[in-house]
Each structure stands twice: as C-alpha cells, then as structure tokens.
C-alpha cells in the first residue's frame, strides 16, 4: 500500500484535502470518484522537491509548452487523440518525454479520458491544466482548450524569461561591485595601516572607520559571510511555517511602490487564471479555489480563500473581495460590473490584461533606473574609500 495526497471538491462545491493509503494512482482515484467526489489532484506523499525534480526529469516548462501547442495543432486538424499522442511519442527527443507520451497513450487506448489520463500518469500537470483539459473534454472543444492552454503557459514562460533576462545584467554589475568593495577593503586598504603608524599622525575620523571596516573585514569576513548564510538559511526555513509566511507577505504588501507591485502582479495572474477557467465554464467556486494556488502572495491567497467562503455562501464576488482590503479598487470595480454584465470570464481576462501592461512598465523603468543608480552607488562607494586613503596623505603634504 502507498500513500497519496489528493485533493477533490465535493457536490457541494467545497474544496477537501487529505491523504488515502491505495496499491496504485487508479485505484486512488476510483475510490474518491467513489465517493462522489470530483477529484483535482492526486499524488505521491512526498516532499515538494522529490516532486519537483522528477516531473523536471520528465517535461520542463518549455517542453510542457511545446507538447500543448503540438497536441492542440493536431487536434483542431482532425487527427484522433490517439494518433495525436503516438505522434508526438514517436517524435520526443529524450527518453523521459517519450515514456511519459507514451504512458498517455497507453492509459488514453483503454478507454481513459485525457485529463485522467494526465492525473494518472504524472503530477507534471497543474490542477488549472487538468480542469481546462477537462472543461474542453465536457464540451467537445478539447482542441480550442488545448489552444488556450498554451498561449496562458507560453506567455507565462515569456513573463519569466524577460524578467529572469532583465535581471542578468545588474546581478553582474551587483556581483561587481560587491567584489570591488570587498577586495578593496579586505586586501587594499589594510596596507596602508602600517604606512599611517609609521607616519604618526593624526588621522581623519573617515580614515579611521574605513581602515577599521578594512581590518574586520579581512579577519572576520569569513565569518561574517558564513553567519549572513546561516542567518538567511534559518529566515528560509522560518518562512516555511504559513502564518509567518503571511504575516510577512501581508507586510510587504504595505510598503508602498513595493506593495502596489507585488498586488499588480498577483492580481494578474489570479485574474488571467479565473478568467480562462470561467470562460471554459469551470464552476465559479471550482475556478477560485484553483485560482487561489496560483497566487504566490500567501496574504492575497488567504483573501482569496476568504473570498470564495463568502461567495459560497452567495455573497457577490466583487463584495467579498472588496472586504479583504488586499485586491486593487480597479480589479474590483471591473470584476463587479463583470458580473452584473454576465460577463465575469471576459472581463477578468481584460483586467489580466491591464495589469499586464502595467507591470511590464513597472519592470522597465525598474531596470532603467537600477543599472545607473548601480553604478552610481559604486563610484561614490570607491571615492569615499580613495578619500579616506589619500585625507592623511593630502594633511601630510599640506604640513612640509
């Protein structure tokens, strides 16, 4: 007998979470649909990164990506969903991609449906992937939700890779001036120290405080750097207890520029999400609670959650969000005349659209300030340092 982790919504639309003991993945999930549950996900109980890396030994994100846009193709072209998969099988370039294909479409040929077949075979596809799959299975359009899929993961890559791409650059300049400053402290600035002893005069209060940062640095920098890595090691693991993690993403959605960011980002994604959801006619409390792990701020997650009881219990969305005070006026004005228009799916996808743009331009002006504002910060950095080296110096020359 294994254990499996599964969650599943009941006939009354709430969300359940829980472990099982099973002899397979099949026999997991036939007894959940046994019990009248419609079951999201079910997986192997076990840690988050063992999960993570074999899924990526599997399919990586762009593959992922590359495997929903050819099966979509396939599909609106009038190939059968079996010869779609064994395609796709026969063409994989690596061996974990083709016998998880290949698992697919073993499970597809005796008689499974898709998304079932993807629940099985690998922990690989999301709760939002195996719904849309599902939602396009219900209604016959499987080819069309295969499509959206892949424009909703693609753009989700592209967000990534500009962003991971804007970054590379000032982590450089970062690693740079980092560098420069340490080795000029711990190795440049400690040789003067005899020079100035020999010399026997009094230095500037500048000179001295760097010519201490200097000394400690290069007989404690060791230390110090192994204490910072314990000190950020003992914060990660801290934050792995929810309600610090909350408490903290709560605090950070307070801080201003930072905070409005971190909101604008959130309330895209969860907005993109829900709205593709609805729009393929997920139920409203199915689509939130699907949504609400796709959001990273584990604060606007809880919200959401709250949200969701309240429309449960047949509060208006837009009235149940307003009262979290966590999502932006906007997105709740828009997702209030969304529903009294019917028209709650498209809009959503409208304002994932407006956020969007805001945060791509947030982003580049962002990085059009921190290159420069780097270097500046690094040239009055080594001009303090100079400074303080050449004060005594400069003193020295002035008394001859």
């Known amino acids: 007998m294994s254990l499996f982790r599964y969650q599943s919504i009941d006939a009354n639309g709430q969300s359940q979470r829980g472990y099982l003991q099973a002899e397979s993945h099949a026999q997991a999930v036939a007894r959940l649909q046994a019990q009248g549950l419609l079951v999201v996900e079910v997986r192997p109980a076990q840690g988050h990164w063992q999960r ?34 064994a395609l796709q099988a026969r063409q994989a370039s690596r061996q974990p991609q083709r016998e998880l294909l290949e698992g697919l479409l073993a499970k597809v040929k005796a008689g499974a449906s898709l998304s079932s077949a993807m629940c099985q075979q690998s922990s690989l596809f999301s709760p939002f992937y195996l ?16 499509v959206q899929l892949a424009a909703y993961l693609e753009r989700a890559q592209a967000q990534r890779s500009e962003l991971i791409s804007a970054l590379i650059y000032p982590a450089f300049l970062v690693a740079g ?20 002893s020999d010399l026997g005069i009094a230095l500037p209060m500048l000179t001295e405080a760097i010519l201490w940062l200097g000394e400690g640095l290069a007989r404690w920098g060791l230390l110090a ?19 610090r993690r909350q408490t903290l993403d709560a605090w950070m959605l307070r801080r201003g520029a930072l905070g409005v960011f971190l909101q604008a980002m959130d309330t895209a994604r969860l907005a993109q999400t829900l709205g593709t959801l609805l729009d393929k006619r997920v139920a409203l409390l199915a ?7 796709v959001a990273s701020n584990q604060a606007m997650q809880a919200a959401l959650g709250r949200a969701a009881e309240e429309t449960r219990e047949g509060t208006p969305l837009a009235v149940a969000l307003a009262r979290t005070q966590v999502f932006p006026e906007l997105a709740v004005q828009m997702i209030g005349v969304g529903e009294q228009s019917g028209q709650l799916g498209s809009m959503l996808l409208k304002l994932a659209r407006i956020y969007d743009k805001q945060n791509q331009t947030s982003i580049k002006r962002f990085m059009a300030a921190l290159v420069p504002t780097l270097t500046l910060v690094m040239t009055l950095l080594v001009a303090l340092i100079m400074l303080a080296i050449l004060l005594p110096l400069m003193s020295l020359t002035s008394n001859i």
């Open 287 to 293: 689509s939130l609670d699907i949504a609400r792990q």
């Open 52 to 85: 993570l890396v074999g899924s990526r030994r599997q399919l990586d994100q762009a593959a992922l990506v590359r495997f929903t846009e050819q099966l979509a193709t396939l599909l609106e072209a009038g190939q059968p969903l079996e010869s779609a998969l």
């Open 131 to 146: 719904s849309l799959v599902r939602a396009g299975e219900a209604t016959g359009t499987l080819g069309n939700a295969l």
């Open 225 to 243: 750097a192994l204490s910072m890595a314990l000190f950020v090691c003992c914060g990660l693991f801290a934050l792995r207890d929810p309600h």
């Open 177 to 196: 001036v980092l560098g420069s400053l340490t080795l000029l402290l711990a190795y440049v600035v400690p040789q003067f120290v005899p020079v100035f």
